[in-house]
């Protein structure tokens, strides 16, 4: 099973960009779409954005839609959330996630099911 680490959370302001990053290991990384969630205090895990195993399709929650970007670097085994104009309301916990199928599109989330632990994200004021 693919084992998933991110980093680059911290504390940011509102407005500010934010880049996350998730490194795989264990697993043949290119042959599986990936996807970003969050939790936030109190709610449910959402999902934010997801691309396809050939970094062919990206899906986004509407949300975040033109403010997020998720890219996928092969070469790396990292999958990346650029995060631009943060408001407090996206205060959260940021997970990255694989899909339990190769060649999958990344675009629904009941079919990933290996998470990384999580990066804290806050936005202030």
């Known amino acids: 099973q693919m084992q998933l680490i991110e980093s680059g959370g911290g504390l940011v302001q509102a407005g500010g960009p934010l880049r996350l990053s998730c490194t795989a290991s264990r697993g043949s990384f290119s042959r599986y779409a990936m996807g970003w969630f969050r939790q936030g205090p109190g709610t449910e895990r959402e999902f934010l954005a997801g691309i396809s195993w050939n970094r062919m399709k990206t899906t986004y929650r509407d949300s975040v839609k033109g403010r997020f970007t998720i890219s996928k670097d092969n070469a790396n085994n990292t999958v990346t959330l650029q995060m631009n104009g943060l408001s407090p309301e996206d205060t959260a916990v940021y997970s990255c996630?694989?899909?339990?199928?190769?060649?999958?599109?990344?675009?629904?989330?009941?079919?990933?099911?290996?998470w990384g632990q999580g990066t804290q994200v806050t936005v202030s004021l």
């Open positions: 996630a694989a899909e339990r199928h190769p060649y999958g599109l990344g675009s629904d989330p009941r079919f990933f099911t290996s």
